[in-house]
């Protein structure tokens, strides 16, 4: 199964994703920040990362989306740039705005509204994965 890096703050979300994940037989690592996400894509080199957006700021996921996605060749992160992402937040709770992937402005391949059914989770964590192109 595959190797997924979750980056959120709060510790309720990341043990709950874990347990889901897991049970579905994926191994799953954690951060708790965005520094220490992007730290953890160059050791871990997940197959997939669920990411918060509001963490130290409220947009410290977009962020971490556009320097792991940024088409820039001398980038750090260049050589990860095609691990997807799965946006997992309540942004949407929180502002009227209304937020979708786009390759420019919000390079991840899914966004999903917290909270999430767990067979949900799996179901769109597999589909994100099988959509996977190296």
Known sequence: MAKILVIDDDPDIVDAVRMTLESA???????????????????????????????????????????????DPTSKFAAYKNIPILMLTAIHSTTPLRFEPDIDYLPVELFVDKPIDPDDLIRKVDWVLSRETV
Do not use: C, N, W, Y
């Open 25 to 71: 037989g994926h191994t799953v690592v954690a951060a708790r920040s965005g520094k220490e996400g992007l730290a953890m894509v160059e050791q871990v080199q997940p197959d997939l990362i669920v990411l918060d957006v509001m963490m130290e700021t409220h947009t410290e996921g977009f962020q971490i989306a556009l320097k792991l996605h940024s088409p």
